[in-house]
């Protein structure tokens, strides 16, 4: 209802009527007095129903300055920043869950990844100690096939060693001394061998290897059971040289005394080896020729083992 100076309005449309009609359960019931009784007037339905209509408009009018009120609260003043802040809060909240979700499979991932290395890891540490077992048992069957082979080959090859070392006829003034020394081949196979042969006089033995030089002797096969001589020639010995020549055991070292000494070089199932000699001529005294018999051609000299050079292989 609207008020112009004295004068008054009841402004409406014809929805808001139907609805004042349809929630106005005072105007219903003036109807249906007027209708049954006939008592009420024209005039007091009339007025109820512009009251009615008044208080509709009144609460349209309400509700009219009530929903600007509100959104003017919610908009006004420090309100849209704080909106804004709320929903960049929200929007950085989804943000940390979506990457705390990947960076959780991630970790996940990594996770197993790090357990397939580590079983990885312990497999290959495993193999390594198979491998280091199996190189261990290959070089223990290698060696113990090499040590068969070996024994197979000792039992087999050539070997050659001194039979004999002898005076070739009796020691004389101004003559000569020569020396016989016969080797035999005592293995199982063929020895291709020459040798490397020497005399010189010495008071005591030098220290260092044999002295021998290539004699450029050809090659000599020597079957199994087969023999070797070599002839060692001294130069000729003196009366006073002779007659110097030591007794004792314990006077060689300090005599000038002729050493025979040498080496037979061969080689047998394609392996080479060597076999030395050595030794030096003695006078036979009265202690010697109650333990010793000397054999040869001349009992009064004999030849003495030397302390080095008598090796083989």
Not at 155 to 173: N, T
Not at 243 to 254: M, N
Request: a negative charge; aromatic letters at 8%.
């Amino acid at each position: 209802m609207l008020l112009v100076g004295n004068a008054r309005f009841v402004v409406y449309d014809v929805q808001t009527a139907m609805n004042d009609n349809d929630s106005d359960p005072e105007q219903e019931n003036a109807t249906h007095n007027i209708a049954e009784g006939g008592k009420a007037t024209t005039g007091a339905g009339k007025q109820k129903t512009e009251e009615g209509h008044s208080q509709n408009v009144g609460n349209e009018a309400k509700h009219e300055h009530h929903v600007p009120k509100w959104l003017s609260c919610r908009f006004s003043g420090h309100r849209p920043l704080e909106w804004l802040t709320f929903a960049f809060e929200v929007l950085t909240f989804f943000a940390l869950c979506v990457y705390s979700y990947f960076s959780y499979g991630q970790w996940q991932a990594m996770r197993e990844q790090k357990d397939v290395m580590q079983g990885q890891l312990e497999q290959i540490k495993g193999n390594s100690v198979q491998t280091d077992r199996l190189i261990v048992e290959t070089q223990n069957l290698a060696k113990a096939a090499g040590d068969a082979n070996k024994l197979t080959e000792e039992s087999l090859r050539a070997r050659i060693v001194v039979k004999d070392a002898r005076l070739y006829r009796a020691v004389a003034v101004n003559q000569r001394t020569t020396v016989v020394v016969d080797f035999e081949n005592i293995g199982h196979a063929t020895a291709i061998a020459h040798d490397r042969s020497a005399t010189q006089r010495w008071r005591g033995m030098p220290d260092g290897d044999m002295p021998t030089k290539e004699s450029g002797a050809n090659n000599n096969s020597i079957e199994p059971g087969g023999k070797m001589t070599i002839y060692l020639v001294d130069k000729p010995a003196t009366m006073d040289f002779l007659k110097a020549l030591p007794v004792r055991i314990a006077d060689v070292p300090q005599t000038l005394t002729p050493y025979f000494f040498g080496r037979i070089d061969y080689t047998t199932l394609s392996k080479p080896h060597h076999t030395d000699f050595c030794a030096c001529l003695m006078q036979v005294g009265t202690d010697l020729q109650a333990i010793v018999t000397v054999p040869g051609p001349d009992p009064r000299y004999m030849l003495f083992r030397c302390p080095k050079w008598v090796s083989a292989d």
